[in-house]
């Protein structure tokens, strides 16, 4: 099993951070933020699994295509970035060695604290 950086979901995310579609909230307010099953699975409904895939910084080979359990880090509400997802994913990713995400993930965070650029 590998995850990898989604270089679509990293894509997309600068893309939204770029064309203000980025909310800056605190660190701990993920929980209150990130989507919920029924929202991914609406979500999903209408926008595919590709379009699903897009708000994840991260891929696991170990799962099946097509399969909601192979995108890891989401990053967003699925309609804007969320700085406390960006943290929360940029922890993570340093907790479990998988630096290409950690890397993406620090990038982001540069760009919607305004300290980095791309």
């Not at 192979?70 to 406390?84: Q, S």
């Not at 760009?111 to 650029?117: F, I, M, R, T, Y």
Request: net charge negative.
């Amino acid at each position: 099993m590998a995850v990898t950086l989604n270089q679509r979901g990293y894509d997309h995310a600068k893309k939204l951070v770029k064309d203000g579609q980025a909310v800056r909230d605190d660190r701990d307010a993920w929980s209150e933020h990130r989507p919920s099953a029924a929202q991914e699975n609406a979500y999903i409904e209408k926008h595919g699994i590709d379009g699903y895939a897009r708000w994840h910084l991260g891929v696991d080979d170990g799962h099946g295509e097509g399969t909601k359990s192979r995108y890891k880090f989401p990053y967003g509400d699925l309609e804007r970035v969320h700085r406390c997802g960006v943290l929360s994913a940029e922890a993570r990713a340093a907790q479990n060695d998988y630096a290409d995400i950690e890397v993406a993930a620090a990038h982001l965070h540069g760009l919607l604290d305004g300290s980095a650029q791309d």
